[in-house]
């Protein structure tokens, strides 16, 4: 079976360096009872691990029917313990949590044989050792009689080739030991058993031969070494049954229950801060599409032409902004449709000044002139209170929220005051204007709430009449024609005050108020002279900066806390695996697909960061009502949180797919690395026997 040439181990810690056997040469057959004998430090154990390909040699070879072990891939050292060998230990090292059955079944399990198979073996074996009656009964609660029976039923339910054997009587009395080394004689007739052990009485009584291991070489006495044949013959495929994974996966799980917990709160928490900066990203970028439209100034642009002049004999250049001519203006908007270009009465109607509310002065406010007053289509946009006005209908004003807030009670129904005189001259003809404004608050309507400020909204075309309708008598007979404030506005240059230095573009609809922004970033960007601007646009604009700011600013958070949650999952997926070394390491010896025990300590973590993911994903419903709420009350803009259900950058139901993905990505890796760090020499160290 074995022929061993010139073998040699070391050992090197810190401090030296320790051949443990050196020059070690023997051969064994494939049948008999073979005792190796020596001190306690020996390498006894070290040459049944290399013999078992659990260690590597460091010198020589060790021929397994002909084949050179230390040439065996991992793959083929795994299906060599696997289907040929069988381990029985000083300490027994059963699966403490699975039962007697369960342990018997293991090394059938392990070769993937089907449920029924291994029933009726493990029965056959259980009823050889006479254990039938603990089938059922964890190993942990056997006596350490019953313990080695269930351990070399174990061994040599799967018919090994060769039984390792280190010490198997050592912790028993004497009538265990009896039962056990009866029955390795009785299977040393068909196979080959390896026993250690230094009790010269079990020696005599049982070896075929012995070895005597001495100064780390073999003493081989006299009897001759047997040489066997060749034997090529592969162990049989392994099929793919993982049942024995199931047992042991399941076994774990329910011990680490206070680490899985742990795991699971904090990777919980890290998937919903996850969610939520998601649902931020989403819901504050919704909120601009759908909020940016809660703005009665969102249809209204004001048009205007930007001119340099160069100072003579200066590096400088003078800008000023003037009215374009009503074509260029016309035809800057034309293609859009939709759009009309009006005269700027802001002279006359100034956007921003002191009135009184009910006969009491008040501090100064902006008005703004809205095309359609009346807010037809958009009127569901809006959350209005009191009536709207008729669209031409100057007497009545709408003020948003911010303005009502002001005051203690509704200020529908209230009156605003202020009145204007002005002195205009056309071609040396000097007039006055007189514009008393009275208006009846009709109703307030609740705008997009960011960096807005308390406004009055009139009727543009109330004002257009009440202009056309303002005539100026000196200029008027001056002329020989009647002339309106309205005529002296469209007849005045660009950069004359009267024009107010610029045009009003309104848009008819969403659409065109669309695409008339559209068009002032176009212009904006290309540094054209022309701009199209509003205080709607500007709020947009800095919304959106201030919450890409903010999504930026909290990228590095949510990385930190990720990796928190990854280095958790990695603390505890180690500690588990460490409290669970020793079956790591039997796993090991008896030959389990190192990928497959990988898997085993892997696994949990998985199951824990799924089912955070899952909890999170269920609470989605929470976080989007009362995190938004949340932010509601703090800044008065509604639905900020809004984590989607359905598919975002068009792939479907987006976090049911992302949010699991991660979070196995997330524990594969986690847990993954630390096992990378579990060496083999180190789980057979798990193995020794004290
Ligand atoms: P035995 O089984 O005969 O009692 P072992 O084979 O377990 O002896 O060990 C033989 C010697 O090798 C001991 O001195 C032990 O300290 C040393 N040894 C075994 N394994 C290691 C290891 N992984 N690292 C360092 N020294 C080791
Ligand atoms: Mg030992």
Known sequence: MFEVKDLGK?????????????????????????????????????????????????????LLDGRKL???????????????????????????ELSVFENVAMPLSLQGKSKKEITNNVDKYLSLFQIEKLKGKKASFLSGGEKQRVAIARAVISNPKIIFADEPTGALDFHNEKIIMDSLKEISKSCLVILVSHNQ??????????????????NCGN??????????????????????????????????GVKNVLSIVSSFIGFSALLLSFGFLIGSQNTIKSEKRRNLQYLSASVSIQESKKIEGSPLSLTQQGRPDYYDAYNLVKDIGGVTIQTDYSYFFPIYGPYSLNGLLQKEVSFYPVFDITLRERKDIFKIEGRLPKSNDLDSVIVNKQFADQFEESPIGKTIFFDRDFEVSYNQVRDYVSLPYRFYISAVVEEFSFLNTPKVYYSYSGLDQLMKSTILEKISSAKG????????????????????????????????????????????????????????????????????????????????????????????????????????????????????????YQMPSLINSLIAAILSIALIPIFNKYGSLLISHLVGIERMITIPLGSVYGIPFFVFLVIPLFAAIIALIGAGLPLLKARKSSLVEELKDE
């Not at 049982?206 to 070489?217: I, R, S, T």
């Not at 904006?524 to 947009?540: D, F, G, L, T």
Request: aromatic content about 14%; glycine content about 6%.
């Open 10 to 62: 070391k050992f090197v810690t810190s401090s030296e360096t320790k051949w443990v056997l050196r020059h070690v040469g023997f051969s064994l057959p494939s049948k008999g009872l073979f005792a190796i004998k020596g001190t306690s430090g020996s390498g006894k154990s070290t040459l049944l691990n290399l013999l078992s390909g659990s260690l590597k040699p460091d010198e020589g070879e060790i």
């Open 70 to 96: 230390h040439r065996f891939s991992e793959k083929e050292l795994e299906d060599y313990r696997c289907f040929s060998c069988g381990f029985i230990y000083q300490h027994f090292n059963l699966f403490e």
């Open 201 to 218: 009485r079990l020696i005599d009584t049982y070896a075929d031969h012995v070895f005597l291991l001495e100064n780390g070489q073999i």
């Open 223 to 256: 009897v001759p070494y047997i040489i066997e044949g060749m034997n090529e013959a592969k162990p049989p495929k392994r099929k793919s049954s993982k049942n024995w994974l199931k047992a042991l996966l399941f076994q774990n799980y329910k011990r680490e």
């Open 481 to 600: 024609k009647e002339v309106s404030v309205y005529d002296l506005c469209e007849i005045c240059q660009g950069n004359s005050p009267y024009s107010s230095y610029a045009y009003w573009a309104f848009a008819h609809n969403e659409d065109s108020g669309d695409k008339l922004k559209n068009l002032s970033l176009e212009l904006e960007n290309s540094k054209n002279k022309y701009s199209v601007s509003s205080a709607a646009y500007a709020v947009e604009t800095s919304y959106q900066s201030l919450t890409s700011a903010f999504l930026t600013s909290i990228l590095p958070f949510l990385a930190i806390e990720i990796a928190g949650v990854a280095f958790i999952i990695s603390f505890l997926a180690y500690s588990s695996f460490l409290s669970n070394k020793k079956q790591a390491a039997i796993l090991f010896a008896m030959g389990a697909r190192n990928g497959d025990t990988k898997a085993l």
